[in-house]
């Protein structure tokens, strides 16, 4: 969520805290079920890449966009990487699975550092999404978003449009996770008939409990997908106490290596026996690594 410089600092300290007990009777997700989550893990990491050709091996998505820094054609159809004022990410088609999916990268950069910061809850105003409810999200994250909204949702009606079967998926990691969260609202809301999935990896606690019962309610509990790796500090960094929530549902990976076996899905926004019942130890080296993914560090998955 922070630079990477800050690990070092945490990781030793929160080795001890790595393996906390389970209710008795765990036993585990489905191999599809972690299959995906491996898959979105690594799309997150893959928009982490300044270069993303070919995002896990897809199909480019053909169509230039004005806001973009970066685009590649290949083919009929271009991928989109993402760039506006510090918020990056990549849009790519999966033809095979008939996916096209929205994936925002986490913190690198000073302006990264200084969207975490900004921990400030404000009313939720982001374009397309109306009868919010009152709920409040982090200022930081809901500014980074908006820098980008506009041109995602313009991509994405015209991959719709010509891909009318097809579903969403949107995901990231860290910072990622977060506009992913409020992402996922927004596109739903354009098109609140096409299948949504949002899977976001580390991601930390983004809105109120208005937000967790908005987006729970716009996206639906059972095509969420909140993934956190054993210890990682950062889904728990922004407290409770001063008004943040998580939504449903988050599947833990409790232990490594990872499998299914040792993920678990857990119950409610806030369920005692997952991840919450971890004092935060803020970065760390579980936030840098997912279901055997090292985070931002391999290019391959843009090949």
């Not at 898959?39 to 890449?49: D, I």
């Not at 998580?246 to 499998?259: G, I, L, M, R, V």
């Not at 935060?280 to 997912?290: D, E, K, M, P, Q």
């Amino acid at each position: 969520m922070l630079n990477r410089a800050a690990c070092a600092v945490f990781a030793l300290a929160s080795w001890a805290v790595a393996s906390p007990l389970l209710e008795t009777g765990q036993t585990g997700i489905s191999q599809s079920v972690y299959n995906d989550l491996v898959r979105y893990t690594q799309y997150s990491s893959a928009a982490y890449q300044l270069l993303c050709p070919y995002p896990l091996g897809n199909t480019l998505i053909d169509q230039a966009s004005p806001f973009l820094l970066t685009a590649y054609s290949h083919s009929f159809y271009p991928y989109v990487q993402i760039s506006t004022g510090g918020t990056q990410g990549i849009i790519a088609r999966d033809d095979d699975r008939e996916e096209i999916v929205v994936a925002f990268k986490g913190s690198l950069s000073p302006v990264d550092a200084l969207t975490d910061i900004e921990i400030v809850l404000k009313p939720l105003d982001t374009p397309g999404v109306t009868n919010t409810n009152d709920a409040y999200v982090h200022t930081g994250f809901l500014n980074a978003y908006n820098l980008v909204a506009d041109e995602v949702l313009d991509v994405v009606q015209n991959q719709i449009k010509h891909n009318p079967s097809y579903k969403l998926v949107v995901t990231g990691h860290s910072l990622g996770g977060a506009l992913a969260a409020i992402g996922a609202l927004s596109i739903q809301a354009a098109h609140p008939t096409v299948p949504l999935e949002f899977a976001t990896v580390g991601q930390p606690r983004t809105g109120d409990a208005a937000f967790a019962t908005l987006i729970e309610q716009r996206v639906g509990v059972n095509n969420i997908f909140r993934a956190v790796h054993t210890y990682d500090g950062v889904p728990t960094i922004l407290p409770e106490i001063i008004g943040y929530q998580h939504f449903a549902t988050e599947y833990w990976n409790y232990q490594d290596p990872a499998s299914p076996t040792d993920t678990k899905k857990c119950s409610g926004e806030e369920d005692p026996t997952c991840s919450d019942s971890i004092p935060s130890t803020g970065i760390n080296l579980a936030h840098l690594s997912y279901f055997g993914q090292l985070i931002s560090l391999d290019p391959t998955l843009c090949l």
